[in-house]
């Protein structure tokens, strides 16, 4: 039988996540997780929540949420937009903002779901190569586009970007959205925050899901103008008006107030990258300059997915990228300080 439907389907290509394991004792390195568990505001959210207010309708504009991130950050409460996690947020700019005929432009190794996006949406879309250090070249941002996109810090490369040349990106395209996906951003690197009162073309994108702890609760966040802000709105307006539940917008708000346990879990999750690189360096990687919550690594004369597997079938799972400029790296996640005490002692042993 033919149907009708499968005649006209979308050729996609989704976005691949990392395994989600199910067993107990695995080291889990391999989806850039914090290893500490949430604020305690969590569970006080939870404790006080009014679970007749279940009955009605989450509140669309998710106020309490969007009103605290203004508050943090320091921006009005219409220059923020919250979303089902930053891919939402991501996603929902993609379709707002990149609409016209010409290229939007990102980075040949970075977040793989900003192609995934383009196909998706149709968007025409060109991919520039990084340097061969896997630094960002300015220089590639300043042709005729419908858009860019850059991570800062990049994933899976963790290196950082200098403020002013985000700056020179943003200033070079006053006709064209340039969003700063910022998802690590409070690991290291400077942010683009400071930029959007003074440009009207820049839109900061941040997660609660990795410095904060919360990939389970699904929160993310623009900051921009006030007029990137209200487009962001009316797209999400027009296709679910109740994104956030009730219960999730009173937890994000109650976490973000908890500020000494977020500055505590940071620094301590920075230290610990900085041991696991030496330590990596002092075993002949080559770990790149990371402001991120996981290293990017290579070795001369090792093969990474074979260490990859060796790494997994000691119950230990780290990332690997089967792709052009990148096959011969790990990405692994910065764990607790036992957690990466084992995984050098594993490593050693395996290569
Ligand atoms: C993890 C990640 C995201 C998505 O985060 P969520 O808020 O969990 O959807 C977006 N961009 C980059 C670069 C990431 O690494």
Redesign the pocket.
Same mark, same amino acid.
């Given at each position: 039988m033919s149907f009708e439907w499968k005649k006209n389907l979308k050729r996609l290509t989704p976005y691949v996540p990392g395994e989600q394991p199910g067993a107990e004792n695995i080291i889990k390195l391999n989806t850039?997780e914090n290893p500490y568990p949430p604020s305690l505001g969590v569970l006080s959210a939870i404790e006080h929540f009014d679970t007749d207010s279940y009955r009605k309708y989450p509140d669309p504009e998710a106020s309490v949420l969007t009103g605290a991130i203004a508050r943090t950050y320091s921006v009005d409460a219409d220059q923020v937009f919250v979303g089902v996690?930053?891919? &939402? =947020?991501?996603g929902m700019s993609f379709l707002t903002f990149f609409n016209g005929g010409d290229p939007v432009l990102f980075p040949d190794i +970075?977040?793989s779901?900003y192609e995934v996006w383009g196909g998706l949406y149709g968007i025409p879309f060109e991919k520039k190569s990084l340097r061969d250090d896997f630094t960002i070249d300015r220089e590639d941002y300043t042709g005729t586009n419908g858009g860019i996109v850059i991570?800062n810090p990049n994933?899976p490369t963790s290196i950082s970007m200098q403020l002013y040349d985000i700056e020179y990106i943003v200033k070079n395209n006053p006709s064209s959205v340039v969003i700063i &996906?910022e998802?690590?951003i409070d690991f290291g690197g400077e942010t683009a925050l400071p930029l959007v009162d003074r440009y009207d073309n820049v839109l900061v =994108?941040r +997660?609660?899901?990795?410095s904060r702890s919360m990939?389970g609760a699904?929160?993310?966040f623009a900051v921009g103008c006030k007029e990137l802000i209200g487009a962001l709105c009316t797209t999400k307006f027009s296709y679910n008006s109740y994104t956030i539940d009730s219960l999730t917008i009173q937890i994000g708000a109650a976490v973000l107030a908890d500020d000494v346990y977020f500055e505590v879990i940071r620094k301590k999750i920075i230290e610990t990258r900085d041991w696991t690189s030496e330590k990596l360096k002092g075993m002949g990687f080559d770990v790149l300059p990371s402001d991120t919550n996981f290293l990017f690594v290579t070795k001369p004369g090792i093969n990474a997915k074979a260490v990859f597997e060796a790494l997994k079938k000691r119950d230990i799972y780290v990332r690997y990228f089967d792709k052009p400029r990148v096959s011969d790296y790990l990405r692994i996640t910065i764990g607790t300080d036992e957690e990466m005490k084992k995984v050098i002692k594993v490593l050693e042993e395996i290569v």
């Amino acid at each position: 039988m033919s149907f009708e439907w499968k005649k006209n389907l979308k050729r996609l290509t989704p976005y691949v996540p990392g395994e989600q394991p199910g067993a107990e004792n695995i080291i889990k390195l391999n989806t850039n997780e914090n290893p500490y568990p949430p604020s305690l505001g969590v569970l006080s959210a939870i404790e006080h929540f009014d679970t007749d207010s279940y009955r009605k309708y989450p509140d669309p504009e998710a106020s309490v949420l969007t009103g605290a991130i203004a508050r943090t950050y320091s921006v009005d409460a219409d220059q923020v937009f919250v979303g089902v996690g930053s891919d &939402d =947020v991501l996603g929902m700019s993609f379709l707002t903002f990149f609409n016209g005929g010409d290229p939007v432009l990102f980075p040949d190794i +970075t977040y793989s779901f900003y192609e995934v996006w383009g196909g998706l949406y149709g968007i025409p879309f060109e991919k520039k190569s990084l340097r061969d250090d896997f630094t960002i070249d300015r220089e590639d941002y300043t042709g005729t586009n419908g858009g860019i996109v850059i991570a800062n810090p990049n994933a899976p490369t963790s290196i950082s970007m200098q403020l002013y040349d985000i700056e020179y990106i943003v200033k070079n395209n006053p006709s064209s959205v340039v969003i700063i &996906d910022e998802a690590y951003i409070d690991f290291g690197g400077e942010t683009a925050l400071p930029l959007v009162d003074r440009y009207d073309n820049v839109l900061v =994108v941040r +997660t609660f899901s990795k410095s904060r702890s919360m990939a389970g609760a699904r929160i993310g966040f623009a900051v921009g103008c006030k007029e990137l802000i209200g487009a962001l709105c009316t797209t999400k307006f027009s296709y679910n008006s109740y994104t956030i539940d009730s219960l999730t917008i009173q937890i994000g708000a109650a976490v973000l107030a908890d500020d000494v346990y977020f500055e505590v879990i940071r620094k301590k999750i920075i230290e610990t990258r900085d041991w696991t690189s030496e330590k990596l360096k002092g075993m002949g990687f080559d770990v790149l300059p990371s402001d991120t919550n996981f290293l990017f690594v290579t070795k001369p004369g090792i093969n990474a997915k074979a260490v990859f597997e060796a790494l997994k079938k000691r119950d230990i799972y780290v990332r690997y990228f089967d792709k052009p400029r990148v096959s011969d790296y790990l990405r692994i996640t910065i764990g607790t300080d036992e957690e990466m005490k084992k995984v050098i002692k594993v490593l050693e042993e395996i290569v």
